[in-house]
């Protein structure tokens, strides 16, 4: 069974503070990604990396940094957490290839920005 | 620029009915459409489409892919209350890593 964790289920971050989402997959998963959900906007990609040291922008990635240091471990970081950050986080992963496997998603993070 | 519409936006039906759900597409290279259900939770895996025509199936869910037409539906019969849900229609992009969704479709069956 394909597991990826996420750190938190809920976060409470005030306004400038850094924070780290931490995902973790278990698969020996290649590709590996961050969405962001918000209600009426679906989700949108944030970063995404197809290896380890390797990332990719997604369509929102301003505000965001991604590390990715081990094969099973992907960090979405924000610098300076603002308002607009205020969202529910969800991580994926996938076996390697283009366009030829699901993705799995992690159980999300709510993130609140005060 | 790629795009993934859901059709309606939301569904109110009553068990038993069955429902059909819209999913129409504009993906450069299109390489597959995947179907996923999402509780108050994370999205999980319905069908993945590759090939026009074919219908996928399981149990209560069916899902049919044209190419031809850029349209994906995803069929529930004899619905039950624990398919209320949001339905998620997402191809896979250009570069084939990165999913685009839909927003979506909400659906609510009564008892």
């Known amino acids: 069974d394909v597991k990826v964790t996420q750190s938190s289920r809920y976060l409470v971050k005030r306004t400038g503070e850094k924070v780290f989402l931490e995902c973790v997959q278990d698969?020996?998963?290649?590709?590996m990604f961050w969405y962001r959900q918000d209600p009426g906007l679906g989700l949108r990609l944030i970063y995404f990396?197809?290896?380890?040291?390797?990332?990719e922008k997604g369509d929102i990635p301003e505000g965001y940094s991604v590390s990715r240091e081990k094969k099973e471990r992907f960090s979405l970081i924000l610098e300076s957490a603002s308002t607009n950050q205020t969202s529910m986080y969800l991580c994926?992963?996938?076996?390697?290839?283009?366009?030829?496997?699901?993705?799995?998603f992690g159980p999300g993070t709510r993130l609140t920005v005060t | 620029e790629d795009k993934v519409v859901q059709s309606p936006l939301s569904l109110v039906v009553h068990e038993g009915d069955t429902v059909t759900l819209n999913c129409s597409y504009e993906?450069?290279?299109?390489?597959?459409l995947l179907w996923y259900k999402q509780e108050k939770k994370a999205p999980t895996f319905l069908f993945m489409l590759?090939?026009?025509?074919i219908e996928k199936k399981s149990g209560r869910l069916s899902s049919i892919l044209d190419k031809k037409e850029l349209f994906s539906i995803l069929n529930i019969t004899a619905t039950q209350t624990g398919d209320s849900a949001v339905y998620l229609c997402?191809?896979?992009?250009?570069?084939?890593?990165?999913?685009?969704f839909g927003k979506g479709t909400s659906l609510l069956v009564t008892p």
């Open positions: 990396s197809y290896d380890v040291k390797m990332k």
């Open positions: 997402a191809g896979y992009s250009n570069s084939g890593y990165a999913l685009n």
């Open positions: 698969m020996d998963h290649e590709n």
């Open positions: 590759t090939s026009s025509g």
């Open positions: 994926a992963s996938s076996s390697p290839g283009q366009g030829d496997h699901e993705q799995y």
């Open positions: 993906v450069t290279n299109f390489r597959s």
